[in-house]
């Protein structure tokens, strides 16, 4: 597969005698197709299927890569990251192992805060130099879309900052990155303990700042007691749609203040974390078409015992994505092969779960499903070829990367 970086331009390219999960959703599991090609042109799928089957426009005078009956799945899409972000909180971390609740350490002026102090104190120019390596790390394991929030600005110039890097991120390396606006992620020391004066400056000068230069895809917040309540989330949320941008939510990680039910409310893309969400809010979530986003990795990092509620989830046919939701404080995780592990052997979601968790529905909780996400004619040429001998390795193995090819657009 020397050829797989090699392209004529505005040509056609064909990966054929593979194996593929096309993820699908009009096919059953993992959509597999035995002896199967990919035709792309321009970066995008023209065929996705059995090799028999293409027909041969697809294949007439095309750059030709024989995959050796290797398999090829979607690229990986990483929906959940605060990527951009500078130094460690290494010291929060030995706090916790001495007994330390997530809490306590935020009461003392660590967590969060911590990192903002720090992203204040960073240029732009430092803050992509910081963010590559765990970006690198990333598409080393065939991630072709990446999800990246702000949030450890809390102020205008810095937020922007933040999000300005993320986008710097997408220049630098071959990787689609999605930016979501976090400003009502914490409360800043500036801001004295008012969180509603707070509220009304994200929602009325910081998000419109952002949103009019095209800095932002969507708007996060963190809905729990240690940051803001659900009225003051859905003002932030309603300062979204007034400037256009879809929401998401960190809802009900430490406790149930009805954060999905809230995200449903807003019909937002997804919501994360949702470690106490109750039936009442995965009925809504069901209803709106709200993605559960499961992260294990924070659940696994701050020693949590309350697990979502997976059962409910598939009970009312919530789709569940997946995420690495790497941060400095509470998942500094940049493996999302580690994650799918995580996310079964901790949650018991199934093989077909993860897999779609990572490609699939990864897409739709970033709005990218029409693009990205599964192998299929019209959407973007996003691959990731693999040396393994059943999709389940991808799950199964824990620190060893089976990557053969990444392909993003084509190339």
């Given at each position: 597969?020397?050829a797989?970086?090699k392209?004529r331009a505005?040509?056609?390219?064909?990966?054929?005698?593979a194996?593929?999960?096309?993820?699908?959703?009009?096919?059953?599991?993992?959509?597999?197709?035995?002896?199967?090609?990919?035709?792309?042109?321009?970066g995008?799928i023209?065929?996705a299927?059995?090799?028999?089957?293409?027909?041969?426009?697809?294949s007439?005078?095309?750059?030709?890569?024989?995959c050796?009956?290797?398999?090829?799945?979607?690229?990986?899409?990483?929906?959940?990251?605060?990527?951009?972000?500078?130094g460690?909180?290494?010291?929060?971390f030995?706090?916790?192992?001495?007994?330390?609740?997530?809490?306590?350490?935020?009461r003392?002026?660590?967590?969060?805060v911590s990192s903002?102090?720090?992203?204040?104190?960073?240029?732009?120019d430092?803050?992509?130099?910081?963010?590559l390596p765990?970006?690198d790390?990333?598409?080393?394991?065939g991630?072709?879309?990446?999800e990246i929030?702000?949030g450890?600005g809390l102020?205008r110039?810095?937020?922007k900052?933040?999000l300005r890097?993320?986008?710097?991120?997408s220049?630098?390396?071959?990787v689609?990155?999605?930016t979501?606006?976090?400003?009502?992620?914490?409360?800043p020391p500036?801001?004295k303990?008012d969180?509603?004066?707070?509220?009304?400056?994200?929602?009325?000068?910081?998000l419109?700042?952002?949103a009019?230069?095209?800095?932002a895809?969507?708007?996060?917040?963190f809905?729990e007691?240690i940051?803001?309540s659900p009225?003051?989330i859905?003002r932030?949320?309603?300062?979204?749609?007034?400037?256009g941008?879809?929401?998401?939510?960190?809802a009900?990680?430490l406790?149930?203040?009805?954060?999905?039910?809230?995200?449903?409310?807003?019909?937002?893309?997804?919501a994360d974390?949702?470690e106490?969400?109750?039936?009442?809010?995965?009925a809504?979530?069901?209803?709106a078409?709200?993605v559960?986003t499961i992260?294990?990795?924070?659940?696994?990092?701050?020693?949590?015992?309350?697990?979502p509620?997976?059962?409910?989830f598939?009970?009312?046919?919530?789709?569940?994505a997946?995420a690495?939701?790497?941060?400095?404080?509470?998942?500094?995780?940049?493996?999302?092969?580690?994650?799918?592990?995580m996310?079964?052997?901790?949650?018991?979601?199934?093989?077909?779960?993860c897999?779609?968790?990572?490609?699939?529905?990864?897409?739709r909780?970033?709005?990218?499903?029409?693009q990205?996400?599964?192998?299929?004619?019209?959407?973007?040429?996003?691959?990731?070829?693999?040396?393994?001998?059943?999709p389940a390795?991808?799950?199964?193995?824990?620190g060893?990367?089976?990557l053969?090819?990444?392909?993003w657009r084509?190339q």
């Open positions: 597969m020397a797989a970086n392209s505005g040509g056609l390219r064909l990966w054929r005698n194996r593929l999960a096309t993820m699908a959703e009009s096919a059953a599991g993992l959509g597999i197709v035995e002896k199967g090609a990919v035709a792309a042109r321009d995008v023209d065929y299927g059995p090799e028999a089957d293409m027909p041969a426009p697809f007439e005078g095309a750059d030709t890569i024989d050796e009956g290797r398999w090829i799945t979607p690229g990986l899409i990483d929906c959940h990251t605060h990527l951009v972000h500078a460690n909180r290494a010291n929060e030995e706090m916790r192992l001495a007994g330390a609740t997530y809490e306590e350490v935020a003392a002026g660590g967590g969060i903002v102090k720090a992203l204040r104190a960073a240029s732009e430092e803050l992509v130099a910081q963010s765990r970006l790390a990333l598409i080393a394991e991630v072709t879309t990446v929030k702000s450890y102020d110039d810095n937020e900052k933040s890097a993320a986008r710097r991120l220049e630098e390396r071959p689609t990155v999605r979501s606006f976090l400003g009502a992620h914490a409360l500036e801001a303990g969180k509603d004066a707070f509220v009304d400056l994200v929602a009325n000068e910081i419109p700042a952002v009019a230069e095209g800095l895809d969507a708007v996060d917040g809905c007691g940051a803001f009225e003051q859905s932030v949320f309603d300062a979204a749609k007034a400037a941008l879809p929401v998401k939510l960190h009900d990680q406790s149930n203040l009805h954060g999905a039910e809230l995200a449903a409310r807003h019909s937002a893309l997804s974390h949702l106490y969400t109750d039936e009442a809010g995965a809504a979530m069901a209803k078409g709200t559960a992260l294990p990795g924070a659940y696994y990092f701050i020693r949590e015992t309350k697990k509620p997976i059962a409910l598939r009970q009312h046919g919530v789709r569940m997946v690495t939701d790497n941060n400095p404080g509470t998942s500094p995780l940049t493996s999302l092969l580690l994650t799918m592990n996310a079964a052997t901790l949650f018991g979601l199934t093989v077909d779960e897999l779609a968790g990572v490609t699939r529905e990864a897409a909780a970033l709005g990218l499903l029409g990205t996400g599964t192998l299929e004619a019209g959407k973007s040429a996003d691959l990731a070829i693999w040396n393994i001998e059943r390795e991808l799950v199964y193995r824990m060893f990367n089976p053969h090819a990444r392909i084509g």
